[in-house]
């Protein structure tokens, strides 16, 4: 998989991009039939096709973030939210320092909820930053690809991820994927853990997933990007 960027200086002086994607991802479990990487690959691949796509400058991934509620699973990692907050503000920082004054974040776990206030934090004084898919854009995703489960049952290593990485690299995806369905409520989240709610780390319904439906996934939030990184670009950055 070619999903991190090997530019050089020189290109990127080239380039002279005035937006940078930054692709954040996380190393946790995703059941038995997905890789801990899962979260990272899918941020890495929309990113390198956005900045492809857009001529943007694209950035290496953070990938271990704000998984603690995958805490006990084997190879599972996570960071504090204030230590990816601090990532993010660092690495915008340095960016403008360099001459690129705004920043898509692509984030690909659900709990980093953090990365909300930090783009937030970071508008205050002009358009400086977004994040990226916004809600809107995964349930268009859904709807054009044709999946059959709702953002709120495909809730991790499901359907729609396990459709994103058989498109990407269908090598890392195991066979168990097709009898690994598992539906659960869980409305204590945050405060019991995953595993209060599944004993294999599968909440959604992976046997639905298609190589196709990734595939239009993917484009499809390619096509969303265009809206987000207009937003951003209708501001003045000083």
Same mark, same amino acid.
């Given at each position: 998989?070619? $999903?991190?960027?090997?530019?050089?200086?020189?290109?990127?002086?080239?380039?002279?991009?005035? =937006? +940078?994607?930054?692709? =954040? %991802?996380?190393?946790?479990?995703? /059941?038995?039939?997905?890789? @801990?990487?899962?979260?990272?690959?899918?941020?890495?691949?929309?990113?390198? +096709?956005?900045?492809?796509?857009?001529?943007?400058?694209?950035?290496?991934?953070?990938?271990?973030?704000?998984? *603690?509620?995958?805490?006990?699973?084997? /190879?599972?990692?996570?960071?504090?939210?204030?230590?990816?907050?601090?990532?993010?503000?660092?690495?915008?920082?340095?960016?403008? #320092?360099? %001459?690129?004054?705004?920043?898509?974040?692509?984030?690909?776990?659900?709990?980093?909820?953090?990365?909300?206030?930090?783009? *937030?934090?970071?508008?205050?004084?002009?358009?400086?930053?977004?994040?990226?898919?916004?809600?809107?854009?995964?349930?268009?995703?859904?709807?054009?690809?044709?999946? +059959?489960?709702?953002?709120?049952?495909?809730?991790?290593? #499901?359907?729609?991820?396990?459709?994103? $990485?058989?498109?990407?690299?269908?090598?890392?995806?195991?066979?168990?994927?097709?009898?690994?369905?598992?539906?659960?409520?869980?409305?204590?989240?945050?405060?019991? #853990?995953?595993?209060?709610?599944?004993?294999?780390? =599968?909440?959604?319904?992976?046997? @639905?997933?298609?190589?196709?439906? %990734?595939? =239009?996934?993917?484009?499809?939030?390619? %096509?969303?990007?265009?809206?987000?990184? +207009?937003?951003?670009? /209708?501001?003045?950055?000083?």
């Amino acid at each position: 998989m070619d $999903l991190i960027t090997t530019a050089t200086t020189t290109d990127e002086a080239n380039r002279r991009a005035d =937006v +940078a994607v930054l692709p =954040v %991802g996380s190393f946790e479990q995703h /059941g038995d039939h997905l890789p @801990l990487l899962t979260d990272t690959i899918i941020a890495c691949a929309v990113a390198k +096709a956005a900045a492809t796509a857009y001529d943007l400058m694209l950035l290496p991934p953070v990938p271990i973030s704000c998984s *603690q509620e995958h805490t006990g699973w084997p /190879g599972s990692v996570s960071i504090r939210s204030s230590t990816l907050a601090r990532i993010i503000t660092d690495v915008a920082a340095s960016l403008r #320092g360099a %001459g690129v004054g705004r920043l898509i974040v692509v984030n690909g776990h659900g709990g980093n909820y953090i990365l909300a206030n930090v783009v *937030q934090e970071a508008n205050v004084e002009g358009r400086r930053m977004a994040l990226f898919p916004r809600r809107e854009d995964w349930e268009t995703a859904r709807r054009e690809a044709g999946l +059959a489960s709702s953002s709120h049952d495909d809730m991790h290593a #499901g359907e729609i991820e396990t459709s994103l $990485l058989l498109h990407l690299c269908p090598e890392v995806v195991r066979d168990t994927y097709r009898t690994a369905d598992h539906r659960a409520e869980r409305p204590d989240l945050l405060v019991l #853990g995953m595993r209060a709610y599944t004993d294999t780390g =599968v909440i959604g319904e992976p046997s @639905l997933a298609t190589a196709a439906k %990734g595939e =239009v996934v993917l484009a499809s939030l390619i %096509g969303s990007f265009a809206d987000a990184l +207009a937003v951003l670009r /209708g501001g003045t950055v000083d």
